[in-house]
């Protein structure tokens, strides 16, 4: 009940804090036979990391994932996966200061109202070390996915501050370039511009938004259920789940207010549908499309700026944080908005399979 566990046929549960001394999650209801080793995590944790850049939180976490179940000889047998991963460079004495102190933009307040007690450190179980093992469970998922279905799920930064990528309209994103660089950013010639903005957030001790987009390209049209369980709600709950994210929209989510239906409508021919709208989900249900998803991540509320704020004895005070924090968050989100959705999907599919397995391709399909 207390809603650490996400899923159904595969569920994740994670535990642990910023700073105790370890974080980790089991994982049920995996396919056995799946080919995994520690060294299959050290890509997409390396890509979520701290400290890999200075545009970034200087935590340096090894991030060595230790499987302490659920796979024998190199392949999952079935039973529950147990993931940990120690914490190594926790600095909890940067943390004394505003122990009694709820900072304004942070869940210290609503977790003292909800448990009557806190772990301050780091922001203790709030905290975006948490997302560690969503996407080690993640590198699971992805693989799953794309050996059986050949699925793949990739998101980029689509927006930090007011800086927006310099795409024409309806422009492939080159995944390459995405990789390539530590923002995650689609267009190569203006890493020197997002340089030079987040430079001079950290020299002001403020932060940004951001915005990021996730695609699933081959997701075979039928995953998803029709009411309860519909693809893009399931997909919307786990990406807002992520912490700092304040908004979530599915194709062209916001932007349908201002359009007609004779545009948004994604109308179909043998050969393809003419436009993706939708974000490939219609009815709750996967359409064959590629699956798009964008979230909005509020800035960062750890700032050196002075704020005002109150304390446990229900004192007005002004509150500065310190430590090593993020400038924007968006920045490191883009592995974790991956992993989420590799999750659902994985989720939705083994669903799919259990109910409708026998289904089979159905007549007419689009290309």
């Not at 772990?119 to 799953?144: C, L, N, Q």
Request: proline letters at 5%; one cysteine or more; charged letters at 20%.
């Amino acid at each position: 009940m207390s809603s650490n566990t996400f899923g159904k046929l595969l569920s994740v549960t994670t535990f642990g804090e910023s700073h105790g001394p370890a974080i980790g999650c089991v994982i049920d209801g995996c396919p056995p036979g799946i080919a995994i080793a520690p060294a299959d995590f050290v890509h997409d944790l390396a890509r979520r990391a701290t400290g890999k850049s200075r545009y970034t939180s200087q935590r340096h976490e090894a991030d060595e994932v230790e499987i302490l179940s659920g796979v024998y000889e190199g392949k999952t047998t079935g039973t529950p996966i147990a993931l940990l991963i120690r914490n190594v460079d926790a600095r909890s004495k940067d943390y004394a200061e505003i122990a009694q102190t709820f900072r304004p933009g942070h869940a210290d307040y609503t977790y003292w109202q909800k448990y009557g007690i806190r772990d301050p450190r780091g922001g203790g179980r709030a905290s975006a070390r948490e997302t560690t093992m969503r996407v080690a469970a993640a590198v699971i998922a992805k693989k799953w996915l794309k050996q059986r279905y050949g699925v793949e799920v990739h998101g980029w930064l689509a927006q930090i501050g007011g800086i927006r990528p310099e795409l024409s309209e309806g422009a492939a994103i080159d995944f390459d370039s995405v990789e390539s660089n530590p923002f995650f950013w689609p267009v190569a010639a203006q890493v020197p511009e997002l340089e030079h903005y987040i430079n001079a957030l950290r020299k002001a001790g403020d932060s940004v938004g951001a915005r990021v987009n996730v695609v699933a390209v081959g997701v075979p049209p039928g995953w998803g259920e029709p009411v309860y369980g519909k693809l893009d709600a399931e997909l919307a709950a786990a990406l807002m789940s992520i912490n700092a994210v304040k908004g979530v929209e599915i194709g062209a989510g916001f932007a349908a207010v201002v359009q007609n239906g004779s545009e948004h409508r994604d109308e179909m021919r043998l050969d393809g549908f003419t436009s993706n709208h939708a974000g490939g989900i219609l009815g709750g249900i996967a359409s064959g499309q590629d699956i798009v998803a964008s979230i909005a991540l509020k800035p960062t509320s750890s700032i050196l700026i002075p704020g005002h704020s109150m304390n446990t004895a229900g004192e007005e005070v002004e509150v500065r944080t310190k430590g090593r924090h993020d400038p924007c968050v968006g920045i490191r989100a883009t592995p974790i908005a991956e992993a989420m959705m590799a999750l659902v999907l994985m989720d939705q599919a083994l669903r799919h399979r259990a109910q409708c397995g026998d289904v089979g391709e159905v007549s007419p399909r689009i290309a």
